[in-house]
């Protein structure tokens, strides 16, 4: 049972295991917050009405919706900073052993 814990430990399981739990469970509130607040006020300051998953520029026939790519990044970065931070400030990041 030792080798396991030790294996466990050394190989970083639980951080992985941590930041996937979490980063699951965060995710829906984050999307809710930037669906639904931030996605918006950024509409209104870029211009499109209908929020920010619309915004588009046309090229000829084409349409490039850049709005659905800046929304997708500002979900992952939120997501990213929450989960660090919630790891940090619970201690779990001291769990892994470090290698010798």
Known sequence: MKGFTDFIREQGVIGL???FILGGAVSRVVSALVTDIINPILGILLG?????????????SAKILYGDLIS?????IIIALVVYYGVKA??????DKKKA
């Open 17 to 19: 295991a941590v930041g």
């Open 48 to 60: 499109t009405a209908s929020g920010l998953k619309e915004a588009s520029i046309s090229l000829g």
């Open 72 to 76: 997708v990044v500002i979900d992952f």
């Open 90 to 95: 619970i201690g779990l990041d001291k769990l």
